[in-house]
Nanobody
Framework: VQLQASGGGLVQAGGSLRLSCAAS????????LGWFRQAPGKEREFVAS????????YYADSVKGRFTISRDNAKNTVYLQMNSLKPEDTAVYYC????????????????WGQGTQVTVSS
C-alpha cells in the first residue's frame, strides 16, 4: 500500500489542523494505521493509532485529549485532527500502516507515507 500525507502547515499556538493520509490499494481496510512525528534532532515518536475497524484508538499521553485519529475505509483515508496545538507539537508527521498490531514502535509498521510538516508558532 502507498500512503500520501497532507494537511500540514503553519499555525499559531492554540490553533487546529487536520492531517489526511490517503492510501492506494484495495486492502486499506485490512491495515491498522498510525501517525508518528519527528522533530529536528529527535527520534520518530508515536502519536496515535487506530485498528482496522476504527473501533479502537490509542494515543500518546502528550496528545491525549487534543488529537483525534479516525479513518474512512470507503475513502481509503486516515485523519488526525489536532486541536489546541502547542509549539512542542512542531514536527514532520508521518502516517503508517501495519499488517499486525497498532503499537507504538516504528518497527511494527510496514508502510510509511512521505511526511507533512506541522509548525506551531508561539
Amino acid at each position: 500500500v502507498q500512503l500520501q500525507a497532507s494537511g500540514g502547515g503553519l499555525v499559531q499556538a492554540g490553533g487546529s489542523l487536520r492531517l489526511s493520509c490517503a492510501a492506494s490499494g484495495r486492502t486499506f481496510s485490512s491495515y491498522n494505521l498510525g501517525w508518528f512525528r519527528q522533530a529536528p534532532g529527535k527520534e520518530r515518536e508515536f502519536v496515535a493509532s487506530i485498528r482496522r475497524s476504527g473501533g479502537s484508538t490509542y494515543y500518546a499521553d502528550s496528545v491525549k485529549g487534543r488529537f483525534t485519529i479516525s479513518r474512512d475505509n470507503a475513502k481509503n483515508t486516515v485523519y488526525l485532527q489536532m486541536n489546541s496545538l502547542k509549539p512542542e507539537d512542531t514536527a514532520v508527521y508521518y502516517c503508517a500502516a501495519a499488517s499486525l498490531g497498532a503499537g507504538i514502535r516504528t518497527s511494527q509498521y510496514d508502510y510509511w507515507g512521505q511526511g507533512t510538516q506541522v509548525t506551531v508558532s508561539s
